[in-house]
């Protein structure tokens, strides 16, 4: 364990050597699994930070954490490390019982102890825990064998979701208190599937198999995830053989990659929003701007052109498998609209309204092409939008300290599927994620956090939803559908929460 220790501390393995570790692909078997990820790990703490809130680092956060809850690929919610939760019937106090039997990655005992400190450390504001708001309405924890019981301090409809979803995972008190935060991100330890071997950042990280782990040991004893932001890159790795899967690729190289011999596709709905964050700032104040914006994008021909069909449009920011969708929501695509919705507040082709849209460039598939496709269409109704390219923690960055540009480019995981998640972190202004922050919106969010009504809470989403496209404070534009590229000695299930993480894979 020493020697490991050092190895992620002096991160031995050159890019060089990586580049060999898979091939090739096609012509024996696996023993070392690789896979070209779409972005690296900053930090190695899932539950602090701007990469807590980040949906596609959860894979990897996966790989060697726990959450209190697990969540399937089908969505559905199952015991994890605890195997019982819920409320009181007056709904002033929460129990957990914690299983029993699982080991940290150091072979120390996992207990309830574990269990309370992540979430006192959770809710405290010092933690820098961007799910605070959640985590901080439940306190006084008491420890009664394996059953822990605490009190509500402030109603929470959805805690034991958010307990299978961003932040919600379970640290090692004993070790954590022993190392500190900068001890624990050298040498992290937790309970899941897989432990860290070597890490490089910006590179790479190698797993070993958790063969004590609580769900049965993972098929592939040593996986590789190599960080690789560039989409052409991955279809290359993917290719060439050096990974045997990749993700989140054009789907033209989708398409072409799945028919080629040795390989395999996988294409599948995601929770996964694509969606024009819209800041109250500048030309954004303007109703008849956003309307505009909104009424000239055509969706369906973005999907159809530069997706090759693979997506779904959506009107709102709940897609079909949430909670809170409402299929009468529909927002329509009609350019001459957007002329007369801009003439109005006096802009034209030879007038135009201007403003600055930020976007990724290969962190989702065909995401800088659909913005340029999108500021195609704007032109054409006198809308002329300047397009500047960040990577995606530049966005977490900017959009923490509401500094995004009038108009930014974003994909909204919500696998939890419930409307808190969806619309409501990222339109109510105090969230921490919402770059549009006015009262009308927020008087409207406030009283829906603390419903106890289910039916009633659902349906006052749908109706702050149905608010939200008439004023045109976002624009969402598809549910995605993850292309998955993988070689077929490997079994890649499909996951709806977009969550396909290395425990999943098997041998073919």
């Known amino acids: 364990m020493a020697q490991t220790r050092r190895e992620f501390l002096q991160t031995g393995i050159s890019l060089a050597a990586l580049s060999m570790l898979g091939a090739p692909a096609f012509a024996q078997s696996i023993d070392n699994l690789v896979i070209a990820y779409n972005t690296g790990v900053p930090n190695w703490d899932p539950t602090t930070g701007a990469s807590g809130v980040n949906p596609k680092l959860q894979p990897i956060y996966l790989s060697v954490f726990d959450r209190y809850i697990q969540q399937e690929p089908d969505l559905s919610f199952t015991p994890g490390l605890l195997t019982k939760w819920g409320f009181s019937d007056d709904k002033k106090h929460i129990h957990m019982t914690v299983r029993e039997g699982v080991k940290w990655h150091d072979g120390s ?37 394996n059953t822990i019981t605490g009190d509500v301090l402030e109603y929470e409809p959805t805690v034991f979701k958010w307990m299978a979803f961003l932040t919600g995972y379970v640290l090692p ?49 040593v996986v590789t995830i190599k960080f690789v932001p560039d989409a052409a890159s991955r279809v290359a790795e993917v290719e060439s053989g050096n990974s045997h899967i990749t993700l989140e690729i054009p789907y033209e190289e989708y398409d072409r990659l799945k028919a080629k011999p040795g390989l395999k596709g996988e294409a599948f709905p995601v929770a996964d929003v694509g969606m024009i964050f819209l800041n109250d700032i500048g030309p954004m104040e303007d109703k008849n701007v956003r309307l505009a914006a909104h009424h000239a994008i055509d969706k369906q021909l973005i999907i159809d052109r530069l997706l090759r069909g693979y997506g779904v449009p959506l009107s709102t920011l709940e897609a079909p498998e949430y909670d809170a969708y409402d299929a009468n929501l529909k927002f329509e695509y009609d350019p001459e609209k957007a002329k007369q919705l801009l003439a109005a507040s006096g802009y034209s082709t030879d007038k135009p309204v201007r403003f600055k849209i930020q976007t990724t460039r290969g962190y989702k598939p065909k995401d800088y092409e659909m913005i340029q496709a999108i500021v195609g269409m704007w032109r054409k109704v006198g809308i002329n939008a300047e397009i500047e390219i960040y990577e995606i923690a530049k966005h977490f960055e900017l959009r923490a300290a509401d500094q995004l540009a009038p108009a930014a480019f974003y994909n909204w995981g919500n696998a939890i599927g419930d409307p808190t998640t969806s619309t409501g972190h990222a339109m ?7 770059v549009w922050d006015t009262d009308d919106l927020d008087e409207k969010i406030l009283p829906l956090w603390g419903e106890t009504d289910e039916a009633k809470r659902i349906q006052g989403w749908k109706d702050v939803s149905a608010y939200i496209m008439e004023q045109g404070y976002v624009i969402p534009l598809l549910q995605y559908v993850m292309p998955v590229i993988h070689s077929d000695k490997v079994v890649v299930p499909p996951a709806a929460t977009g969550d396909v993480t290395p425990a999943m894979m098997k041998p073919a």
């Open 173 to 221: 008190k004993a070790y954590f208190e022993k190392v500190g935060p900068q001890g624990f991100e050298k040498a992290p330890i937790g309970t899941g599937p897989y432990k860290i071997d070597n890490y490089e950042r910006g590179a790479y990280v190698r797993l070993v198999a958790n063969k004590d782990y609580w769900r049965g040991k993972p098929a592939y004893d």
């Open 428 to 434: 109510f202004g105090p969230s921490p994620h919402s």
């Open 109 to 145: 005992d996992f207990g309830p102890e574990d269990v309370v400190f992540s979430l006192e450390r959770a809710a405290d504001p010092k933690s820098g825990n961007p799910g605070q708001f959640v985590w901080g309405k439940f306190g006084n924890y008491k420890i009664d064998g």
